[in-house]
């Protein structure tokens, strides 16, 4: 494969991809993530930051009490959720700048778990809730 470059949305900004994906059709995440909550009809949705027993798990969804029990079955016990609700371009924005921000945060104990890209330590709790969920802390 090529080596991965740089790419401009016109919507979301700058978004790292290997030229063969580009040509592809693949583009940027943000916008597919919008694409795909579009699908469910609606155009608000959640951003949440749900704390488990040793990390973080952060996401979008438009059904926040069926994902919060999707959640709970896949990771176990919740000790507390944050969310905020926006349009689905700001709630997919803001999920996909946490993840490009703190994607080098390493969580060895995650083998197997389901999502865990959205996962993260308890130390970067504070600062996420300082700026993105102001309204909730």
């Known amino acids: 494969g090529g080596v991965a470059g740089d790419i ?13 994906n580009h040509l592809k059709g693949k583009g940027c995440s943000v916008c597919a993530s919008v694409k795909n909550l579009n699908r469910s009809g609606k155009s608000e949705g959640y951003l949440y930051l749900i704390e488990f027993k040793d990390y973080l798990k952060v996401g979008i969804s438009t059904n926040i009490n069926k994902r919060v029990c999707t959640l709970k079955w896949a990771h176990g016990d919740i000790e507390n959720i944050y969310k905020i609700y926006n349009t689905i371009d700001y709630v997919c924005s803001k ?11 390493p969580l060895s104990n995650l083998q197997g778990i389901i999502g865990k890209t959205e996962c993260f330590p308890k130390s970067i709790k504070e600062e996420l809730l300082k700026t993105y969920f102001k309204d909730e802390y």
């Open 95 to 105: 999920e996909y700048e946490i993840k490009s921000k703190y994607q080098n945060i």
């Open 8 to 20: 401009i949305c016109k919507y979301h900004g700058v978004f790292t991809q290997k030229p063969e």
